[in-house]
C-alpha cells in the first residue's frame, strides 16, 4: 500500500465571478522512500495540490472533494485536531520562499524548538541539543552559533536549509516540498537537491516535490506527475516519462528547455480559464497534435502506454486520445499521429541533468 | 560541510509511543505578578487599617493603590520581554536616540517617567504656607505690597514701587496659597503619570484580545466584535463618566476606569488591522503546515509581530488621556481633597480671580502648569511618532 494515495483530488473556489476549478480529479501515489515530483507551469494547481492534502486551505471559499489516504488513513475526514498531529508530525511543508516562511521576531533556534515542542519530540535544553543537531545535518557551518541567528541574518539557500530542518524536526514520513529552489541561485538549488536526495535516503523519506522546473525532476526524482491545468496530464518513472513522453503537452514541456540540440520552442497559447475549462481534453487548443476527438468528450482517461510495468505506480499513463488502443501492445498505431514516439528517437538530451 | 555520514551522528529515533500529551509549561511570569499583587493586596489591607502608607508619609488615594498594581502589571509583563531580546532592545533604542526628535521626546518621557515616580519622594506634596503667597519665579519680579505681600527674596525699585524678586527657595514661584510651583508640577506629572498608566494597562490588554481574535479568526467573530467597538465608539466617555460621578461621586479613579474601559476601540481596530495582515503571512502559514494550532499561532507568532503596532498606538492614546483628566480636573470634576493636585487644579487655581489679580500679572501660576503639561503632552506624541518610524518591521535594519 502506498504511503500517499490520492484520489479523484478536486479543488473548487466559489468566487463572485465564478466557480473557479483549480484541480479536477487528480490521481498519483508516493510511496515511502520514494521522490515524485509534479511538475506543470503556473496555474496548474501544483500549489493548490500541495495544501489541499493536510487541509491547509480554507474550507470555506475552497471546496474540497476526493480522498486523500495516509497510512490508510482518509486525511479530508480526519478532525482537525488529528490534522494537526499529521501536519509536522507527519506530514511536513517546505514553501517556496524560505524568508516569509519564518518569524522574523524569532531566532532561528527557537522555530525549531518550537517545531520540535508541538509534537512532543523534546523540549528545553534537549530540544536546543537536537536543533543544533538538526542544523549541523542540513549543512549549516557552526550551527551552535547559528542556532541563535535571526531570519534576515541568514542567506537565502542557508534559510532554505532551516526551513528544511524545521521540517524534518518531528521526523515526518512525508515531505511536501512547494518549489523550494525557485527562489534560489542554481549552485545553491544544487545543494540543496542534494541535501534533499541525501535525506530522503537515509531516513527512507517519501518526497513529493512540486516544481516547474524539468532539470529539478531529471535530477531527483524517481517518478513524475505531469499536471495542467488541474488535470493529470501523464504520469510515470522518470526515465520512461523524458525517454519517451508520451503526451504532447509533456514533450512540449520538453522541447521548451533550451539545450544543445535546437532553440526551445515556447508553447503556444496559454492555460484556460480556470473558470471555464474548453470541454474534451484540457490541453487541445494549444495542441500540435489536436484531432477532432479532442474538442470534446471530457479529458481522455488515463491509457497505459506500455504494459509491460513491474508494479502499479510504474505505469507509464498518459491521458490522450492517441494512446488509446496502446494498453495491449506495443504496436499500436501510435507512431502516425505522435512522430516522435514512432521513429523511437530520445527526447532532448539536455532534460537529462 | 556536514557530518551525517557517520551512523552515530544521525539523530536518537524518536519513540513515538513513549511520548504522550502535550508538555505543561509553568508561566512563571503570570505566577511572579499573581504573587505580587497578593503581596500588594496585603500592604493595601495594612495601610488602610491602620491609615498609614508604606511609601508616602500620608494616606494614599484609591488611584495611587490601583496605580501600584498597574506598576506591578506592567513591570511583571512589559520588563521580561525587553530584557531577554535585549540586543533587539538596545538595536532599536540606538536607533531612536540618533533622531534628534526621538531623542529629545525620549528625555521628555523620561523626565516624565521619573518625576512622576520619584518625584513626590524629592519634594513632598504641595503644601500651603499663607506667608509665602505668590512669590515670583527667580529673576523675576511683581510689584511688592499689591501683590506679594510678603516677600521671600530682595526687595528692590523704589519706595513707592516697591518691587520683589524671586529666589531660588522657590525657582517657579509660589501660588496664592504658598504652594511651590515646582512641587506643584511634581505632584502634576505625578497624577499625570498614575493616570496614564491605570488607563493603558485597562485598555491594552483588552485592545489587544479583542483586535486580535476579530483580525485572525475573522468571519462571524470578527462582525460581532467590530460591531460592538463601532456602538461604543459612539458613545463618548466623557459623558459615561460625567453619569457615573453623578452617582458615585466625583473621583480619577472613576475617570480613569470609565476611560480604560470605553476608549480602547481604536486600539482595537489598529490590531486587527495587523492581525488580518499577519494571518496572510508566509510563517503563520508555515506553522499551520507544523501543525500548531490557532491558539499557538496567535499567541507566539502573531501577536510578537503586532507588539509594535501595539506600542505605537498605546503611546499616542497617553497624551490624550492626560489632556482629558486635565480638563476634567479643571473645570471642578475631578477629586477634591487629594493629596497630590492635578495640573488642572493647578491651572485652574492660577486662572483664578479669587484675589482680583489678573491672570497676566501672576502669570507664572499659570503658565508654568501650562507649560509643563504642554512639554509632557508634546514629548510624548513626538515620541510615539518616533517609535512607529523605529519599530516599523518593514523598514530597514
Given at each position: 500500500m502506498a504511503l500517499l494515495e490520492v484520489a479523484d483530488l478536486s479543488v473548487r473556489f466559489r468566487t463572485d465571478r465564478g466557480t473557479v476549478v483549480a484541480l479536477d480529479g487528480v490521481d498519483f501515489s508516493v510511496d515511502r522512500g520514494e521522490t515524485v515530483c509534479l511538475?506543470?507551469?503556473?496555474?496548474?494547481?501544483k500549489t493548490v495540490c500541495c495544501s489541499s492534502l493536510t487541509r491547509l486551505l480554507p474550507s470555506p471559499p475552497a471546496q474540497v472533494e476526493g480522498a486523500v489516504r495516509f497510512d490508510e488513513e482518509d486525511l479530508l475526514a480526519a478532525s482537525e485536531r488529528r490534522l494537526r498531529a499529521i501536519r509536522g508530525g507527519r506530514i511536513a511543508h517546505v514553501f517556496q520562499n524560505p524568508q516569509s516562511a519564518l518569524d522574523p521576531v524569532y531566532a532561528v533556534g527557537d522555530q525549531l524548538v518550537e517545531a520540535m515542542t508541538i509534537h512532543g519530540v523534546a523540549t528545553g535544553t534537549a530540544a536546543r541539543r537536537r536543533a543544533v543537531d538538526i542544523l549541523d545535518r542540513v549543512g549549516i557551518p557552526d550551527p551552535a552559533a547559528r542556532v541563535d541567528d535571526y531570519p534576515h541574518e541568514l542567506s537565502g539557500g542557508m534559510t532554505q536549509r532551516v526551513v528544511i530542518a524545521m521540517a524534518l524536526a518531528a521526523d515526518p514520513d512525508l515531505l511536501?516540498?512547494?518549489?523550494?529552489?525557485?527562489?534560489?541561485?542554481v549552485t545553491t538549488e544544487a545543494a540543496i537537491l542534494d541535501l534533499l536526495a541525501e535525506l530522503a535516503a537515509e531516513r527512507d523519506l517519501a518526497v513529493l516535490l512540486v516544481t516547474h522546473d524539468l532539470g529539478v525532476v531529471a535530477g531527483i526524482a524517481d517518478r513524475v506527475v505531469v499536471l495542467y491545468a488541474g488535470k493529470v496530464m501523464e504520469r510515470g518513472t522518470v526515465e520512461a516519462v523524458f525517454d519517451r513522453p508520451a503526451h504532447p503537452y509533456t514533450r512540449a514541456l520538453l522541447e521548451s528547455l533550451p539545450g544543445a540540440d535546437a532553440d526551445p520552442r515556447p508553447i503556444g497559447g496559454s492555460l484556460p480559464d480556470p473558470r471555464s475549462p474548453p470541454a474534451g481534453c484540457r490541453f487541445h487548443p494549444r495542441c500540435r497534435y489536436a484531432v477532432d476527438e479532442c474538442r470534446d468528450g471530457g479529458q481522455p482517461p488515463m491509457h497505459a502506454v506500455d504494459a509491460a510495468a513491474a508494479t502499479a505506480e510504474a505505469v507509464h499513463a498518459a491521458?490522450?486520445?492517441?494512446?488509446?488502443?496502446?494498453?495491449?501492445?506495443g504496436d499500436a498505431p501510435v507512431g502516425r499521429e505522435l512522430p516522435w514516439l514512432a521513429t523511437g528517437q530520445p527526447t532532448a538530451e539536455d532534460a537529462h541533468d | 560541510m556536514h557530518q551525517g555520514d557517520r551512523p552515530e551522528d544521525d539523530l536518537e529515533p524518536v519513540d513515538w509511543d513513549a511520548l504522550a500529551g502535550r508538555q505543561f509549561r509553568v508561566p512563571w511570569r503570570a505566577v511572579v505578578a499573581v504573587l505580587a499583587l497578593l503581596g500588594l493586596g496585603l500592604v493595601y489591607r495594612q495601610a488602610s487599617t491602620t491609615g498609614t502608607d508604606p511609601l508616602y508619609?500620608?494616606?494614599a488615594s484609591d488611584l495611587t493603590w490601583v496605580y501600584r498594581a498597574c506598576v506591578v502589571l506592567v513591570l511583571a509583563f512589559g520588563l521580561p520581554p525587553l530584557l531577554t531580546n535585549w540586543p533587539a532592545t538596545t538595536r532599536r533604542g540606538r536607533q531612536l536616540v540618533r533622531r534628534p526628535l526621538g531623542l529629545a521626546s525620549l528625555l521628555v518621557t523620561a523626565g516624565f517617567v521619573l518625576g512622576g515616580l520619584v518625584g513626590p519622594f524629592l519634594v513632598g506634596r504641595p503644601r500651603t504656607h499663607i506667608l509665602s503667597a505668590l512669590q515670583p519665579p527667580v529673576y523675576a519680579t511683581v510689584p511688592k505690597g499689591t501683590v506679594a505681600i510678603h516677600c521671600l527674596g530682595r526687595v528692590g525699585g523704589t519706595a513707592i514701587d516697591p518691587v520683589c524678586y524671586g529666589t531660588w527657595q522657590h525657582p517657579l514661584g509660589t501660588t496664592r496659597t504658598g504652594q511651590d510651583l515646582v512641587t506643584l508640577v511634581v505632584s502634576g506629572l505625578h497624577v499625570s503619570l498614575e493616570v496614564a498608566v491605570v488607563a493603558t494597562v485597562l485598555m491594552v490588554p483588552i485592545a489587544t484580545a479583542v483586535g486580535l481574535a476579530a483580525g485572525y479568526l475573522g468571519g462571524p467573530v470578527d462582525d460581532v466584535l467590530m460591531r460592538y467597538v463601532d456602538v461604543q465608539g459612539a458613545v463618548p466617555a466623557f459623558v459615561v463618566y460625567i453619569v457615573l460621578a453623578f452617582l458615585w461621586g466625583h473621583s480619577l479613579l472613576l475617570l480613569v476606569v470609565v476611560f480604560g474601559l470605553v476608549s480602547w476601540g481604536s486600539l482595537a481596530r489598529l490590531v486587527r488591522s495587523e492581525a488580518i495582515q499577519r494571518r496572510e503571512s508566509g510563517y503563520v502559514e508555515a506553522a499551520r503546515s507544523a501543525g500548531v494550532g490557532p491558539g499557538g499561532i496567535v499567541r507566539r507568532h502573531v501577536l510578537p509581530n503586532v507588539s509594535s503596532s501595539i506600542l505605537v498606538g498605546?503611546?499616542?492614546?497617553?497624551?490624550?488621556l492626560v489632556l482629558?483628566?486635565?480638563?476634567?480636573?479643571?473645570?471642578?470634576?475631578?477629586?477634591?481633597?487629594?493629596?497630590?493636585?492635578?495640573?488642572?487644579?493647578?491651572?485652574?487655581?492660577?486662572?483664578?480671580l479669587a484675589f482680583g489679580h489678573q491672570p497676566p500679572t501672576v502669570w507664572w501660576t499659570w503658565v508654568v502648569p501650562v507649560a509643563a503639561l504642554a512639554v509632557v503632552v508634546l514629548?510624548?506624541?513626538?515620541?510615539?511618532?518616533?517609535l512607529r518610524e523605529v519599530l516599523d518591521p518593514r523598514g530597514s535594519w
Open positions: 511538475v506543470g507551469e503556473s496555474g496548474s494547481g511536501v516540498a512547494d518549489e523550494p529552489t525557485t527562489a534560489l541561485d491521458s490522450c486520445v492517441h494512446h488509446r488502443d496502446a494498453g495491449g501492445g | 508619609a500620608w494616606p498605546a503611546t499616542g492614546q497617553i497624551p490624550q482629558v483628566a486635565t480638563a476634567v480636573t479643571f473645570i471642578g470634576l475631578g477629586d477634591v481633597g487629594r493629596w497630590f493636585q492635578s495640573f488642572g487644579e493647578t491651572i485652574a487655581s492660577g486662572f483664578g514629548g510624548l506624541l513626538v515620541l510615539g511618532d518616533e
